[in-house]
Structure formats: structure tokens, C-alpha cells
């Protein structure tokens, strides 16, 4: 059972514009959520993150929104380039207070960015 | 060194070979993770170990599969018997004690013939 779900396993964007990548979580107590960028050959690598504490978090060209409510982050890459094609992995965690926890993977989206 | 550092970068075995991969995590990461990423798929959690005691090794698919860290520092996962299925990217994290944010390797890719 896919407790995060990556529903949409590619999409092709164009250089300057935005993209927008999809997750769904169905475990309420997941109450943090990162996004990781792939590249081949390589181990993912942490691109951003947010507590359930807020609904939005900003660092430079990249933005994760959360809708609690309706189990829902999406990642916001503007304007995207051509260095951003990777595959983003979407990820959560019910953390313990103090202590570490795992995380949850989603299958990943492919984005492709067409200079 | 500065990053994780996983060995071998590649390995190919045949069906019921022993197999065994190793981990270096970022010095003064405490907590270690395995995870497994086959064809498609997310990373999969495997085992987490705080120190040298696994926290939680829900994740290990079988009794093949084993994992030890005895000083606290490197691990190695063990796979006894291989099969086909076996076959992905075995994936080793580390992060700082309480941190969310997990610092991964590039990966050992296990390919059993």
C-alpha cells in the first residue's frame, strides 16, 4: 500500500517556464514532508522541505506548498531550466519528538525541461 | 570524508551468492539508513540503525537479509542466497541525531545473474 503517491510519472516542460510536481500522502501522521532530485548514477539529494506546521516554503526558484487537509503537496520550480530535468522523489516522515524517523518515498516524477 | 560513501559502486553476482555492502556515513551522523530502489520505484526503507542498535529493521524483506554497524560509524548489509530479485540499487543515508533531512550516497547497484 502506497502510503506516498506520486501519480504522475513524467512531464516535459519548457526553459522558463513553471513546473509544477503532484504528491499525495494517505497516512495522517506523516507531519514532514521533503522533496529529493535524482539525477542518474547518483544517490538523491535534498532540494526542500516542510513541516505541517506551515502550508508554504520558499527557497529561491523552488516552493513546496501543503494542503493538509487535503493530503496534498506540490512542488513549484519557476522559472524551470534545463539543469532541473531529474527525477524529484517526494518523501515524508512522522517524526517522533527528538528522535529520528524514517522516510516514505513516492515513486518519483521525471521532469524533463526542453531548452 | 564529506559525503556518504558506499562500496562497491557495482556488484554482480550470481543466484545464491553471499553478498556484502558497505556504508561510510558523514562523521558525527548518528543515525544510518538503508534503503532499496528497484527499476521504477522509490527508495525503499530497509533498516535504520541510532548508533550501533537497528531502531528499525521492519523494512528487511526476509532473513537473508542483515545488516550490522558495531562501532557506530560504517555498516554492512548482508545478503545471504541471493535471487534474481534481489537485483536494485541498495542505497545507504545518514543524518545528525533528531534531524528530518537525510544526506544519501550514490548507491550500490547489485546485480544477481
Known amino acids: 500500500d502506497q502510503q506516498v503517491k506520486q501519480n504522475s510519472p513524467s512531464l516535459s516542460v519548457q526553459e522558463g517556464r513553471i513546473s509544477i510536481l503532484n504528491c499525495d500522502y494517505t497516512?495522517?501522521?506523516?507531519?514532514?514532508f521533503l522533496w529529493y532530485k535524482k539525477y542518474p548514477a547518483e544517490g538523491p539529494t535534498f532540494l526542500i522541505s516542510i513541516s505541517s506546521i506551515k502550508d508554504k516554503n520558499e527557497d529561491g526558484r523552488f516552493t513546496v506548498f501543503l494542503n493538509k487537509s487535503a493530503k496534498h503537496l506540490s512542488l513549484h520550480i519557476v522559472p524551470s531550466q534545463p539543469g532541473d530535468s531529474a527525477v524529484y522523489f517526494c518523501?515524508?516522515?512522522?517524526?517522533?519528538?527528538?528522535?529520528?524517523?524514517?522516510?516514505?518515498f513516492g515513486k518519483g516524477i521525471t521532469l524533463s525541461v526542453r531548452p | 570524508g564529506a559525503g556518504v560513501s558506499q562500496t562497491p559502486s557495482n556488484k554482480v553476482t550470481e543466484k545464491g551468492k553471499y553478498v556484502e555492502l558497505r556504508c561510510d556515513p558523514i562523521s558525527g551522523h548518528t543515525a544510518l539508513y538503508w534503503y532499496r530502489q528497484s527499476l521504477g520505484q522509490g527508495p525503499e526503507f530497509l533498516i535504520y540503525f541510532q548508533g550501533t542498535g537497528a531502531a528499525d529493521d521492519s523494512g528487511l524483506p526476509n532473513d537473508r537479509f542483515f545488516a550490522v554497524r558495531p562501532e557506530g560509524s560504517v555498516s554492512t548489509l548482508k545478503i545471504q542466497r541471493t535471487e534474481r530479485g534481489d537485483s536494485a540499487v541498495y542505497l545507504c543515508?545518514?543524518?545528525?541525531?533528531?534531524?528530518?533531512?537525510?544526506?544519501f550516497g550514490a548507491g550500490s547497484r547489485l546485480t544477481v545473474l
Open positions: 497516512n495522517s501522521m506523516f507531519d514532514y
Open positions: 518523501a515524508a516522515s512522522a517524526k517522533l519528538r527528538g528522535a529520528n524517523s524514517k522516510l516514505t
Open positions: 543515508a545518514s543524518s545528525l541525531p533528531g534531524a528530518n533531512v537525510l544526506t
